[in-house]
Each structure stands twice: as structure tokens, then as C-alpha cells.
């Protein structure tokens, strides 16, 4: 599975993936998507079918639930949260890098299936 972070995520995460084996590009790394409009992100990574991590919660809730009402899907949102992931903490990366890739341990075989999904990442236990 191939993930896309969102602005807030720094490439430094991307590259740990990168280094453990998934295919993960960071916003950041990428000038054409740098700075775009919430719709036109979430486009961006369905077409590249890039499920995309971001903390905008309020904003992509909004833009799945409007896809959803026109029936039109997107290639998945995982959300974090800055008191389970503060970039303040000395291992902000490692900690996010490490969610990541369990959570694309435990569920790459079936949520390449799925459509639209969504869901929170979670510090391993």
C-alpha cells in the first residue's frame, strides 16, 4: 500500500517508511501538491491511489462525508492526532514512521480492497 502525508507530516517520516519498505511520499517532497486546496489533495491522492494521512480532521471528515453524498469515493484518510504524535517530542518521527507501518502491516491485504476508508493511526503496543 502506498501512502501520501499531508503538509503537517514532516518528509523525515516518509523516508523511515521509505526505509522499512512501504512506498510513502510526503507533500512536502512533492512541489506540484505543496500548498494545494484540501479537494484538490484528496483528488490528488485517490489518483495516485495514495491514501492520505493528515491531523485536518474537521476539514477531510467534511470532504468524505460530501464525496460520499454524491456517491464518489477517495483512496482512504488516516488521521492523527498531535497528542498521540506531538512534533514536539523527541521522537516525534520514529513514533509516526512506527504507527505507520504497523497499521500497514496488520491491514495492506485488505484495504486494498476497500474504498473510502477511514481511520485513526495509533501508537503500537
Known amino acids: 500500500m502506498r501512502l501520501l502525508l499531508d ?9 523511515w517508511l ?7 511520499v510526503a507533500v512536502k ?3 506540484d501538491l505543496v500548498g494545494l486546496a484540501d479537494p484538490d489533495l484528496l483528488m490528488a491522492s485517490t489518483a495516485d491511489r495514495r491514501p492520505l494521512v493528515t491531523e485536518n ?11 460520499a453524498a454524491r456517491g464518489e469515493h477517495h483512496a482512504g484518510i488516516a488521521f492523527t492526532h498531535p497528542k498521540r504524535f506531538p512534533r514536539s517530542s523527541r521522537n ?8 505507520a507501518s504497523a ?8 484495504l486494498q480492497q476497500v474504498e473510502s476508508l ?6 503500537p503496543r
Open 103 to 110: 497499521f500497514l502491516d496488520r491491514h495492506t491485504a485488505r
Open 7 to 15: 503538509e503537517m507530516h514532516a518528509p523525515a517520516v516518509a523516508a
Open 92 to 99: 516525534h518521527v520514529s513514533a509516526l514512521a512506527d504507527a
Open 18 to 24: 521509505r526505509d522499512l519498505g512501504w512506498d510513502v
Open 57 to 67: 480532521i474537521k476539514d477531510f471528515v467534511a470532504l468524505d462525508r460530501q464525496l
Open 118 to 123: 477511514i481511520w485513526w493511526l495509533e501508537r
Open 29 to 31: 517532497e512533492r512541489p
